[in-house]
């Protein structure tokens, strides 16, 4: 038995089996204490990357093979593997994978051939066919001899780093995920400069954030991630934008997915019906490109939400930052790592200094003897000596006289030196040139004093060097988003139908031969109400029970506050009969309600289910009754107020109803619809937030005007999506005029146009087709003004000022205008009109100026993003975000 089997705390008993003894060892003791060794080891020595450099055992092992193999050339990636093996005990499989995640994260290593593709999940060819080397960043920033501690392998055959001297934030840049035993590490990577920033900050003492930056790119909430503690969330989605009214196009990926695996998930939901699609095509190479037509009767902006909503076009990540810090797994932040990075980086660098510093003083003390020893020929002195012993004592007694100007005691190993410089050497010995290298190694030794004694200043400078040299093409990649929450019961296709059976009270998708009710989809919730009042919501199933006296049923929508529901009951208790409009915005499924009081003997005798808020009047007829005046009373349900399900409601009447039959049908009596938009999500809402946009109802419409000249006309239904880059969002008004100008890129002169805004299909521009012309100003001020200032031969030319009005009439929307000049301009602004006082009361104008607010203080040289308020007339009120 070995000695670590000694330590181990086993049972043994010794057991007769078929007339033999044998020993037997319970293994609960052996799992007890060898199980936590193999935890150990897999925490420490495989799957969570260390603080100090932000490696894996097996990455670092084969970045120290590839520094060891590098010649400046290409090598075969089986080669790679085959050294790494020398240092890594786990196979080669696992070398390569590693070999190839590394390469793909475009950092450490440069590569040639097929190493597979992160976008379609391509693998890579087998290491044979494919090459690497390390990067010029890599080779910058990774490796350093002098730096570094050493540890044997595990063979002990060879020495490898303990950890590299990394001087980078390199976890942070390349991210990671790693499962041990019973621990697990999910660091999301970051963007390069952005980490580059942060570290500068943080050694000027400026607080700093830091988001993740995924090679994939797509679109990224994070106001839940939290530093990348445990607990935080990241909601990452595709970037999808509409072609044309018909086809969407995914041009970039959520982090974690790729082509393959996301057309899947969008074929399995249209299989289940929860979304409806034509056709997908994908044409993904080096970026991606995924089609998806949509059939004719498919709403664009529905199905771009239900497909972040029940596709992997939206996930959800959890980071999980967790690292080994010192011989310990322990869970941090993403700041915390960063601010250990940048203080390991000033410490490596104060380290590098210092060897320096150390080697300089070795090189100008041996210069410096050197100089004595063949200056002052002291080399002549032991000519006659017969001993090494009295060679060393005969320099040692020349050196004495001058040692007065030395750093540091001449020792033996330095006279041993000086006997080795051969006669040629002190022959052709230059004065002149031994004077000018000690200057410049006192210069230099200068200079690294003055970095050791300014070590922070010398920190910022090398992180900006780094990102100069390699900071180019490094831009984020994803776009920081806030995102709108999704309710997929509101955006799937409504793929099913409802049934229901009366009679039997039963209600379903499967019931085809009974009496249609709505179209629903698999996730939709039904409300039921019955004739005593009770009523209830349930999933929508095959088939499931509603009960008897059902009075209505129907698709129900969560937080609906324009479906009201008008009730005549009768309460069994009091024998009044009560009246009252009311909503169901919220409810516990399956759980049963009552509109009544619930007393017993309580009916309901009138119902109507209202989806924009109708309200009919209604005439009631008593039962005959002496000295009874009013046997006929009519209601209008208008005069009530809306209330909340629970409200008891007011009295109708205190004598017995016969018959209650309906007088007039209603109309909505919620009148239009608010309509605010909201920046941050870039999505419209009826909630209040963001900006109002004006109340809306009908036929209403909204403009939406995009900074690169481009503007779309939809309708005021709240999925509709927006580009980024918008600038100006409104209610549509026919005839509102415009003046707009931009540079036309086709005859490359600036124009100004005068024009209406016309329904179009999608997003249409208004400054030509050539995606290089752009639009510098656009008002719709009646007396706009703009001012031109030249450039070039002409800078000294005096500033122009243009009267739009006055300079051209309306024109079509797609007339490109009228030439500005042809001079070369440098640049245009839009003035602050004046206003007089006769337009200011003059009703008969279409935009009511005397209620612009505008808070500019200058001019400006470019479209600055506006939301504005307007009302019925086209009057506006600008809000500058």
């Given at each position: ?7 181990i705390?086993?049972s043994?008993?010794t057991?007769s089996?078929?007339?033999k003894?044998?020993?037997?060892r319970?293994?609960?003791g052996?799992?007890k204490?060898w ?7 897999v925490i ?10 932000g490696l894996k ?10 520094k ?14 085959g050294?790494t ?24 290593i ?5 190493w597979g593709?992160?976008l ?6 087998a ?10 960043f ?6 350093n001899n ?19 001297p990394v001087k980078?934030p ?11 035993v019973g621990l697990a ?13 942060a570290?500068i900050n943080?050694?000027?003492?400026k ?11 797509g ?23 509409k072609?044309?009214?018909k086809?969407?196009v ?13 057309i899947e ?8 019906g ?6 997908i095509e ?5 970026t991606?490109e ?10 664009s ?10 596709t992997d ?42 060897i ?9 003390h ?5 100089k004595?020893f ?8 032991i ?6 012993e009295?060679v060393?004592q005969?320099?040692?007694k020349?050196l004495k ?8 005691p001449v020792t033996?190993d330095?006279?041993a ?6 006669i ?5 010995y230059?004065?002149?040139?031994a004077?000018?290298?000690l ?7 200068k ?6 004694d300014?070590?922070?200043?010398y920190?910022v ?8 040299k390699?900071?180019?093409?490094r831009?984020r990649?994803?776009?920081?988003r806030?995102?709108e929450e999704?309710t ?12 229901v059976n009366f009679?039997?009270?039963?209600a ?8 249609y009710?709505a ?6 919730l039904?409300?039921?109400?019955r ?7 349930k999933?929508v ?6 009960g008897?006296d ?15 529901y008008?009730a ?23 759980k ?9 003997g ?5 119902f109507t289910?209202?989806?924009n ?5 209604i005439?009631?007829?008593?039962r ?13 349900f ?11 409601g007011?009295i109708?009447?205190?004598?017995g ?11 909505s009596?919620?009148?239009?619809r ?23 109802s009908g036929?209403d ?7 690169n000249?481009?503007?779309q006309?939809s ?8 580009e ?16 707009a ?17 016309v329904s179009?299909?999608?997003l249409?521009?208004f ?12 008002s ?5 003004k703009f001012e ?14 243009i ?19 042809t ?7 839009e003035?602050?009109?004046?206003i007089?006082e006769?337009e ?7 935009t009511d100026l ?9 001019p ?8 504005i ?8 009120t600008?809000?500058?975000?």
């Amino acid at each position: 038995m070995s000695e670590k089997d000694k330590n181990i705390d086993v049972s043994e008993n010794t057991e007769s089996i078929e007339g033999k003894e044998y020993k037997v060892r319970y293994i609960s003791g052996m799992y007890k204490n060898w199980f936590l060794d193999y935890a150990s080891y897999v925490i420490l020595e495989r799957a969570v990357p260390h603080t100090s450099d932000g490696l894996k055992p097996v990455q670092r092992r084969i970045l120290h093979s590839m520094k060891r193999m590098d010649d400046g050339r290409y090598n075969k990636v089986a080669n790679i593997i085959g050294h790494t093996m020398q240092f890594h005990p786990h196979g080669d499989a696992s070398i390569g994978d590693a070999l190839v995640q590394l390469g793909q994260k475009d950092l450490l290593i440069d590569m040639q051939g097929n190493w597979g593709n992160v976008l379609t999940g391509d693998r890579a060819a087998a290491p044979r066919y494919i090459e690497a080397r390390l990067s010029k960043f890599a080779l910058e920033v990774v490796f350093n001899n002098k730096t570094t501690d050493w540890k044997p392998s595990y063979d002990g055959r060879n020495k490898e780093p303990l950890h590299l001297p990394v001087k980078f934030p390199l976890l942070l840049a390349q991210g990671v995920e790693g499962i041990a035993v019973g621990l697990a590490s999910k660091i999301m990577p970051h963007n390069f400069i952005e980490l580059i920033d942060a570290s500068i900050n943080i050694l000027k003492g400026k607080d700093f954030t830091i988001l993740p930056d995924f090679l994939t790119g797509g679109l990224a909430d994070f106001s839940d991630y939290n530093d990348g503690r445990r607990g935080g969330k990241v909601k990452v989605r595709a970037k999808i934008n509409k072609r044309d009214s018909k086809t969407l196009v995914i041009s970039e990926l959520p982090f974690g997915k790729t082509t393959v695996s996301l057309i899947e998930s969008i074929v399995y939901a249209n299989d289940k019906g929860k979304i409806k699609i034509k056709k997908i095509e994908d044409n993904t190479s080096d970026t991606v490109e995924i089609l998806i037509h949509l059939p004719s009767d498919v709403s664009s902006d529905k199905t771009i939400d239900a497909l972040y909503a029940v596709t992997d076009c939206e996930v959800s990540i959890s980071p999980n930052t967790t690292v080994i810090l010192g011989d310990k797994p322990k869970f941090t932040d993403v700041k915390e790592i960063l601010r250990f990075s940048t203080e390991n980086t000033l410490n490596l660098l104060k380290k590098e200094l210092e060897i320096r510093l150390s080697e300089l003083d070795d090189a100008w003390h041996s210069a410096s003897l050197e100089k004595i020893f063949i200056e002052n020929r002291i080399y002549l002195t032991i000519e006659d000596c017969e001993t090494w012993e009295c060679v060393i004592q005969n320099i040692d007694k020349g050196l004495k006289p001058f040692v007065k100007n030395l750093k540091r005691p001449v020792t033996e190993d330095d006279i041993a030196r000086l006997t080795e410089i051969k006669i040629k050497r002190i022959s052709k010995y230059d004065a002149f040139k031994a004077d000018n290298y000690l200057k410049s190694i006192v210069e230099e030794i200068k200079e690294i004093k003055y970095k050791l004694d300014h070590i922070v200043d010398y920190t910022v400078e090398y992180f900006k060097n780094i990102k100069k040299k390699y900071g180019k093409g490094r831009e984020r990649k994803t776009e920081i988003r806030n995102f709108e929450e999704i309710t997929a019961r509101k955006v799937v296709v409504r793929n099913k139908k409802l049934y229901v059976n009366f009679e039997d009270g039963f209600a379903g998708t499967s019931l085809r031969q009974d009496k249609y009710v709505a179209e629903c989809s698999d996730i939709d919730l039904v409300i039921v109400f019955r004739k005593d009042g009770t009523y209830f919501v349930k999933q929508v199933e095959d088939k499931f029970y509603i009960g008897e006296d059902v009075i209505h049923i129907d698709v129900w929508k969560k937080n609906d506050d324009r479906t009201v529901y008008n009730a005549v009951y009768y309460d069994g208790k009091s024998a009044n009969y009560y009246m009252k409009r009311f909503n169901v915005k919220s409810i516990i499924k399956d759980k049963e309600y009552n509109i009544t009081k619930g007393e017993k003997g309580s009916k309901v005798l009138w119902f109507t289910a209202n989806p924009n808020g109708e309200a009919e009047t209604i005439k009631i007829t008593h039962r005959p009754r002496k000295r009874l005046k009013n046997k006929i009373i009519e209601i209008n349900f208008s005069e009530l107020a809306v209330k909340g399900r629970n409200s008891m409601g007011n009295i109708a009447t205190k004598y017995g109803i016969q018959k209650i039959s309906l007088k007039e049908e209603g109309i909505s009596t919620l009148g239009g619809r608010e309509i605010w938009f909201d920046s941050e999500v870039l999505r419209l809402n009826a909630d209040g937030r963001g900006d109002l946009l004006g109340e809306f109802s009908g036929d209403d419409k909204i403009l939406t005007v995009y900074k690169n000249g481009t503007f779309q006309i939809s309708t005021f239904d709240l999925s509709t999506h927006f580009e980024s880059d918008v600038l100006r969002i409104e209610k549509y008004h026919v005839e509102k005029i415009w003046s707009a100008v931009f540079y036309d890129a086709d005859q490359k002169y600036y124009y100004l146009k005068r024009f209406k805004f016309v329904s179009s299909n999608g997003l249409t521009s208004f400054i030509g087709e050539n995606p290089d012309s752009e639009l510098i100003a656009l008002s719709d001020y009646i007396q706009a003004k703009f001012e031109i200032e030249f450039g070039g031969k002409q800078k000294d030319r005096n500033k122009e000022l243009i009267d739009a009005e006055e300079f051209i009439s309306e024109k079509s929307i797609k007339a490109r205008g009228k030439r500005l000049t042809t001079y070369t301009v440098k640049k245009i602004i839009e003035i602050e009109p004046e206003i007089p006082e006769t337009e200011i009361n003059n009703p008969e104008n279409t935009t009511d100026l005397s209620e612009i607010k505008s808070d500019k203080e200058e001019p400006k040289s470019e479209p600055e993003f506006e939301v504005i308020k307007t009302d019925k007339d086209g009057n506006r009120t600008l809000f500058d975000l």
